[in-house]
C-alpha cells in the first residue's frame, strides 16, 4: 500500500472560518509533509514532521497549524485565511529523501 | 525555496517522438529527483540519480546527471498521450528532508 489519503479533496471557507485538512499514510513513514502549490507553479515546502516532532517550519504564516496526532497522521489546520492562500495543499510522506510519496492534494478556495 | 530551473517551460511533441527537458541548479546536491504530475493531480516520483551517477534509465525514462555543470535531463522515449503532465526536477542538498523543486516543464503529447 502506497498511498497517501487526503481529505477533503475539495474545501471552500470564509475568511473567518475555521477548517482542518487531513492526511493519512500506512506505510510506516518517518517523515510527513506538507506542501503548498499555485497554479502553473512547483511545490513549495511549508512544514516537515520527522518521528511526530516538527522539524522543519517554512517561515509559514500563523494562520496554518500543523499537528500529528501519530505516525500515521497530519493534519493542518486552518484559521482566517486570505482569499491568497487559495491554493492545493499536498500531503507527502517519506522514509528517507530517496522517494516522497504524494497524496492527490485538497484544493483549497477562500472566499 | 527553489533551487532548480527548468527548461524548456512547454513542450509539444507528436506521439511517438522524444521529449526532452532539462534542469538546472545552483548548489551541490546529494541526489536529483524527478516528478511527474498529471493536472490537478499529485506528485508521482518518476527517478532518482545519486550525485555519484551519470545516467540512469527506467523503462522509456533516461535521466543524464553532469554535476560539473550542475545540470540534468530527463528525455522521455517514443511518448505516448498518457505522458501528458507537467514534470518537476527536485534536489536535496542535506539530509534534512528539504527537497527543492525546479519550475517545472509542461509536456503535452499530441494523439
Known amino acids: 500500500d502506497t498511498e497517501v489519503t487526503q481529505t477533503p479533496k475539495h474545501l471552500v471557507m470564509g475568511m473567518t472560518n475555521k477548517k482542518s485538512l487531513k492526511c493519512e499514510q500506512h506505510?510506516?513513514?518517518?517523515?510527513m509533509y506538507w506542501y503548498k502549490q499555485k497554479a502553473k507553479k512547483p511545490p513549495e515546502l511549508m512544514f516537515v514532521y520527522s518521528y511526530e516532532k516538527l522539524s522543519i517550519n517554512e517561515s509559514v504564516p500563523s494562520r496554518f497549524s500543523p499537528e500529528c496526532p501519530n505516525s500515521s497522521l497530519l493534519n493542518l489546520h486552518l484559521h482566517a485565511l486570505q482569499p491568497e492562500d487559495s491554493a492545493l495543499y499536498l500531503c507527502?510522506?517519506?522514509?528517507?529523501?530517496?522517494?516522497?510519496?504524494f497524496g492527490e492534494g485538497s484544493w483549497l478556495t477562500v472566499v | 525555496s527553489q533551487q532548480g530551473e527548468e527548461d524548456p517551460q512547454a513542450l509539444s511533441i507528436q506521439e511517438g517522438e522524444n521529449a526532452t527537458m532539462n534542469c538546472s541548479y545552483k548548489?551541490?546536491?546529494?541526489?536529483l529527483q524527478w516528478y511527474r504530475q498529471n493536472s490537478g493531480r499529485g506528485l508521482v516520483h518518476l527517478i532518482l540519480?545519486?550525485?555519484?551517477?551519470r545516467e540512469k534509465h527506467s523503462g522509456r525514462l533516461r535521466v543524464t546527471l553532469d554535476t560539473s555543470k550542475k545540470s540534468s535531463s530527463l528525455l522521455i522515449t517514443a511518448s505516448r498521450a498518457a505522458d501528458t503532465a507537467s514534470y518537476f526536477c527536485a534536489t536535496d542538498r542535506s539530509n534534512d528532508y528539504k527537497l527543492s523543486f525546479g519550475a517545472g516543464t509542461t509536456v503535452t503529447v499530441r494523439a
Open positions: 548548489t551541490s546536491i546529494n541526489n
Open positions: 507527502a510522506s517519506s522514509q528517507d529523501l530517496n522517494t516522497i510519496y
Open positions: 540519480i545519486r550525485s555519484n551517477e
Open positions: 506505510m510506516g513513514h518517518r517523515a
